[in-house]
């Protein structure tokens, strides 16, 4: 047993009042969840603590919060885990002077308030998953039997299909922060899950209308705070990438934020130099330098180039001129493997890893194991 | 020590004091860096959304360059490299046939990626490799009462697994740690896990502009004096779109944004001028009050 204290976030919006926090704190083992500490406190203390759950064992969706400001279900968390969480990503160490680790639990974010811990998920992230045609369409003639779908295609879309709608990735889209409009990671993974399908019909169709939306398919940042978000490994933002990579590259879909030529601009650009010459790709992103939309950007992004410029960010020679060239086999890449008729890929998820990677992106992670005894 | 050195595109590009910091800080670190001139842009996430092979070939590329130098590891200064290049390692790495598929398209050039290079941003190595004690040994103008805010962007601490951020490395409190290690105060404000909102400038200017507009504000309302990054494509948003930025926060901003090798240059004892600070939109020179600081001894 260890004692953990509970900050919790109060607030009735019918009552008028501010939003004030509450502190408690338990009595728990460090391998009791979060909800445990928090039905514990209502039974004992204070039963007026509002908070939604229900199957308790992390698949009904229902008890997504933020415990120090990391968003996930409170009945799949451990206090020792939730406690080991500084405010931000990762991990921190408990400050000195503290009694006993403390646990700041906060209602999710994107999504307003009912009372509480409990989030209006009808007005945000269930609007949103209604927005995107959330169900198969099938392909007519409906076979007399089954369908028959290659094993791959069926794994690949069991990620998205791992959503248990709990809302965690909305309540960390940094895009949805600024943009609520935005269809969001939770409505887009569900998108792919169509997409990906091969039974679905309507491939073009969703691609199109999500193109056709302003905050559809081009708002994502690619800020990954949903893939660390998600307590069910969904990781939204590939699937988000994935939608992408077959708009772009497979039906050729033209969207309404440039997205598409941004892609093919970049792409374009890395090609001819190598290294991204930013002039032209701003150009090209807008359609070109000739390009009516390019015009009116070009003029309204003037006074930052010529502050750039006066600075000597840049050169007028850097600006005009293209000082890297791409070396001749960067250039063959690019068109050997572009134009080979059919894209290959790797899906970390249907072929799963090999054995442990070692020393790939941080030699020291992989070779030291997490320590167990850490409450 | 010795590194296979990956400046990416944008330190060459729009933020050419990126570069030259590094290059003047590197030999105070004894670091010497062996450049990749001929290595290609890592594709910042878009090559690998047109193309999943192409990004990852590109990088197999940069990767088998690297490795063909005596330099321990590669290092980047941009975290946006790193994430994007710490993406298509995770898949050469995990699968041996797909790895020889994409050493495949580099045989012309002789050429070969052999499993589990390290590459670090400059951030994990001056932590990782440097020492926190070392640096702070070579500091010869302590950032006294510098208030400093920590912009990490995403790349570099997203998905934390995969970056390799965790209880043994919280490399998500680096740029804290460095802070505080060259005399420096962290401030901490709400947008120092955030996203500046640089990768949607050309899709959704709007929301693009009030994400980094929002979080320079929050540095202000926590009372800092400058911002301190790890990666070039923040600081566009942050510094170079800093005006139009504040016109979409509706507010005046004029929050100074600093590369990390400038940050630690200025503790290492060199000038604002030598590490470019006179080509950012937001002079520091002239917004910070140096007076307060033992930095105002440097020449402006």
Redesign the interface.
Known sequence: MAEYTLRIRRYDPQSGGAPRWDTHTVDLSPVQSVLDAILKIKDDADGSIGIRCSCQQAICGSCGVRMNGKPGLACNTHLREAAARGHGTGWNPPEEGQDSPVITVEPMGNMPVIRDLIVDMDAVHWKKIQRVTPWLINKQPVPEREYIVPHENMVDVTQPMACIQCGACVSDCLSMEVDPEFVGPAALAKAYRFVGDPRDAQHRERLNDLAADRHGLYDCTHCFSCIDACPKGVAPMSQIMRLRRIAGSDFDIKDRNNGYNHEHAFVKNIRKNGILHEPDLLADSYGGKFNPAAGKELVSGLPTALKGLARGKMTPRTALGHPHKAPAEVKKLFDAIDEKPKRYELNLYVSGYEDEPEASASEAAASTSKSEEQS | MKVAYWP???S??????LHGSMAKVAPLLDIELIELD?A??C????????????A???NA?TFALAQRTDGE?MMNICSTCQ?AQ?EC???L????E?RE?VNG?LT??GLRYE?????KNFL?LLV?NIGLDALKAKVKRPLTDLRVGPFYG??I????E????????????YLHQVIDAIGGTVI?YAG????C????I???K???L??AG?HLGDAIDAEADCLVVPCPLCHLNLD??Q??AAKVAGRELGMPVLHLPQLVGLALGLSPKELGM????IKPTKVIDWSASVVAAAPA
Request: hydrophobic share 25%.
């Open positions: 990416g595109c944008v060459r590009g729009f933020t050419p004091e001929r290609a842009c594709g910042a996430g878009v090559i690998a959304e047109h193309n999943q092979e192409l990852d070939t590109l590329r590891l994430g710490s390692q995770e898949r790495d995990a699968n041996s797909y598929h398209n012309d050039e499993r589990g290079l390290t590459n994990w990782e995403c790349y601490i997203r998905p934390a995969r970056l390799g951020v965790d209880e043994e490395h919280p490399r998500d409190r901490d120092v896990y955030k996203c909102g640089f990768p949607i050309t899709m959704n709007e929301a693009s009030k994400q929002r170079l779109q005006p139009a006179n080509k950012h939109i």
